[in-house]
């Protein structure tokens, strides 16, 4: 059983349009995340759920926008997409041991996002 | 704010010699340190974790990481390299309590010669 899977594995789409990337984990985990990882490898966060409630919130385009239906979901939509949106985009979870500081994270297997 | 240094964007090593993979952090309080694995077209998979304790921390896949203050230092090595370990390696860091995020390293790629 995948333990964070996400959808779809790849995106390829065109500048300005809208696309969603959904997130699921089995592992009852409390806190979800969303990475990006550009081409150079650089991973940085984007949002940080922990019972459906935000709780990090980096600098990022208001045109991302997560939303947490229940604990074991964490879709990210993304309205007019830019070219610069292109990456592989990650989600993870984690145990909320009271402070995600120190909790292991698991990794989904991405999205590839390609803007044209 | 914390952050991370990893020296070397790409090392190789022959398969059977010593893993050694730079990390250097900094943080005006204790850190806790991470080493995490990605291999190709996949997520990243936690090694290993330096949070209190014993300083000398052993991970998966015969890795282990020495958390030295003085040198605000997380090494990560490994006596004997295969080429199962050919990925890409993150060093990452938090600090405090509550909900603090991690911060990620720009990675390590080790390729592993036969």
């Known amino acids: 059983d995948t333990a964070v899977s996400q959808t779809p594995k790849y995106l390829v789409t065109q500048m300005g349009n809208d696309k969603s990337i959904k997130c699921e984990q089995n592992?009852?985990?409390?806190?979800m995340y969303w990475y990006k990882q550009d081409s150079k490898k650089f991973l940085k966060i984007m949002f940080s759920?922990?019972?459906?409630?935000?709780?990090i919130n980096e600098t990022v385009p208001n045109r991302f926008s997560p939303k947490s239906p229940d604990k074991a979901h964490l879709n990210l939509h993304i309205n007019s997409l830019e070219l610069g949106d292109s990456a592989v985009y990650f989600c993870?979870?984690?145990?909320?041991?009271?402070?995600?500081?120190?909790?292991?994270?698991?990794f989904g297997p991405g999205t590839r996002l390609t803007v044209l | 704010a914390q952050s991370v240094t990893q020296l070397g964007s790409h090392v190789s090593v022959s398969e059977g010699a010593l893993v050694l993979l730079r990390c250097n952090y900094s943080?005006?309080?204790?850190?806790?340190l991470f080493w995490y694995v990605q291999y190709p077209n996949q997520g990243l998979q936690l090694l290993l974790k330096?949070?209190?304790?014993?300083?000398l921390v052993k991970g998966i896949n015969g890795f282990e990481a020495e958390f030295k203050k003085s040198e605000t230092s997380f090494h990560l090595t490994k006596p004997s390299a295969h080429m199962s370990d050919a990925a890409e390696y993150f060093c990452?860091?938090?600090?405090?309590?509550?909900?603090?995020?991690?911060?990620f390293g720009t990675g390590t790629k080790l390729q592993v010669i036969p």
């Open positions: 330096y949070t209190t304790g014993a300083t």
């Open positions: 759920y922990n019972n459906k409630e935000l709780i």
């Open positions: 990452a860091v938090s600090v405090g309590g509550g909900y603090q995020k991690v911060t």
């Open positions: 943080s005006s309080v204790p850190p806790y």
């Open positions: 993870a979870s984690s145990q909320d041991s009271g402070t995600f500081s120190t909790d292991t994270q698991y």
């Open positions: 592992l009852g985990h409390d806190t």
